[in-house]
């Protein structure tokens, strides 16, 4: 498990950090959103699908794609008429559908799953077009501080369960360590290198701190999903990490940390 864990980390970080690095022709970031969104949301309606609701899963994968996509309209009210169009649409959709058996529950399933990712995710574009590189680096690496310190801490410590009823492996010291990891990694990004960030020692760590705790909510909540549907891991894409899904609940939360911290940082 620790060498394929390790195998898909050797590849896949420095494809992100060239994916968040070149913007040119294409912002390849957005791309790997778009791509990444697709696939979590298509793992997400495979594990509500247990729960025997008519999806609408065109639809979903069409506007998680739009909203991934969104940061780039620079127009006030992209978002407003994205989720009302969304709303509207998938109404139209489900009445003109001949299956009527629990298609309000697979409606708002597939609404859920649709803000859960597309719009959860855009928060991570507009922090590349607005923040720059060095920001969706801070967020991502963070979070993998976050994740990798709480798994190997928790694993060889871990002696207090943190949420037994909802993921029984996770402990109050794997927890503690994935706070402090993401603290340190947080650090790195005030040294003088080409992703330092304008941030003073106690700005970093208190924002890395939030991508922590609200990352580790994160994941609590996706368990919470994978516990009702019957699942260990969302799937096997990723060797000796589960699903796209399994590596994506903390880091919505912390594209929305991240940037909202910037823009308060940008403006005050």
Do not use: C
């Amino acid at each position: 498990m620790f060498k394929k864990r390790l195998l898909t980390a050797l590849v896949g970080i420095p494809l992100v950090v060239v994916a968040v690095w070149f913007d040119e022709p294409l912002s390849w970031f957005t791309v790997l959103a778009v791509v990444w969104g697709i696939l979590a949301i298509l793992e997400f309606y495979r594990l509500v699908a247990t729960f025997k609701v008519p999806l609408l899963t065109l639809f979903g994968v069409i506007w998680t794609a739009l909203f991934i996509l969104s940061p780039h309209v620079k127009y006030e009210f992209t978002a407003p008429i994205l989720f009302t169009s969304g709303v509207v649409v998938s109404l139209i959709w489900l009445v003109l559908r001949s299956q009527r058996d629990g298609a309000f529950a697979g409606w708002v399933w597939t609404m859920g799953g649709v803000l859960y990712l597309g719009w959860l995710l855009s928060y991570m574009v507009a922090l590349r077009l607005e923040g720059g590189p060095g920001w969706v680096l801070f967020a991502i690496f963070t979070t993998f501080g976050s994740d990798t310190t709480a798994y190997f801490i928790g694993r060889a410590l871990g002696k207090h369960p943190l949420a037994p009823h909802i993921s029984p492996h996770k402990t109050w010291e794997g927890a503690a360590a994935g706070a402090a990891g993401a603290v340190l990694v947080s650090l790195l990004f005030i040294l003088p290198t080409p992703v330092q960030l304008p941030l003073v020692y106690w700005q970093a760590m208190v924002i890395g701190l939030l991508v922590s705790v609200l990352g580790q909510f994160g994941d609590l909540a996706k368990s919470i999903l994978k516990r009702n549907v019957g699942v260990k891991e969302s799937g096997d894409l990723l060797p000796g990490h589960g699903g796209v899904l399994d590596r994506t609940d903390s880091i919505v939360f912390a594209g929305v940390v991240v940037y909202y911290a910037f823009l308060i940082l940008e403006n005050f």
